[in-house]
């Protein structure tokens, strides 16, 4: 007995939960072109979760079997640069490189990461003020980082200067 499957078209409402995948495009342009057969089966599989899905990078760890978020990302990188040429032109111009493909997505929180935001952001309000209380190590990282910049901006602006006044005559 053969079962039919219904296609039931989805009202916007229902489509305004469902995740945005700013990389299924590119995932389908590169399952069109067949690209995924030059991957070996691992990074076909994590390239493929990474493009279909809302998952993080980090939560790629186990199904990449490393140990680290920067291991995720070397592998992804690589099986990207490995199936980009394989890519129509029109593809390859749109997405202009196989590191501003993979930008797409990691610019955007998926609703994953901003749920985990939101958890860490509520362990962090102080009940008696009902505001976001840093710890002292997180302002002192801060003031550093801001000393540091300000650091760059007044050497740069000193180098600029020497060298104006040194090429006038």
């Known amino acids: 007995m053969r079962t039919e499957k219904k296609h039931q078209r989805q009202s916007p409402t229902e489509m305004a939960h469902l995740p945005e995948?700013?990389?299924?495009?590119?995932?389908?342009a590169i399952e069109q072109?067949?690209?995924?057969q030059f991957l070996v089966p691992r990074r076909h599989v994590i390239l493929k979760a990474y493009l279909t899905t809302e998952v993080p990078m980090g939560d790629l760890k186990p199904?990449?079997?490393v140990k680290t978020r920067g291991a995720v990302?070397?592998?992804?990188?690589?099986?990207m640069q490995q199936v980009f040429p394989y890519l129509p032109l029109e593809v390859r111009a749109e997405y202009k490189s196989?590191?501003?493909a993979i930008r797409r997505k990691a610019g955007k929180l998926s609703s994953i990461s901003r749920e985990r935001l939101k958890t860490t952001l509520a362990e962090q309000v102080d009940p008696q003020t009902g505001r976001i209380e840093f710890k002292a190590p997180h302002?002192?990282?801060?003031s550093e980082a801001a000393s540091r910049r300000w650091q760059r901006v007044r050497e740069q602006k000193a180098q600029a200067q020497a060298a104006s006044t040194?090429?006038?005559p």
């Open 98 to 100: 196989p590191q501003e």
């Open 166 to 168: 040194t090429e006038q």
């Open 139 to 142: 302002k002192n990282n801060l």
């Open 73 to 79: 990302l070397k592998l992804i990188h690589r099986s």
């Open 63 to 65: 199904l990449a079997g």
């Open 33 to 36: 072109a067949g690209a995924y």
């Open 21 to 28: 995948l700013p990389l299924l495009g590119l995932h389908q």
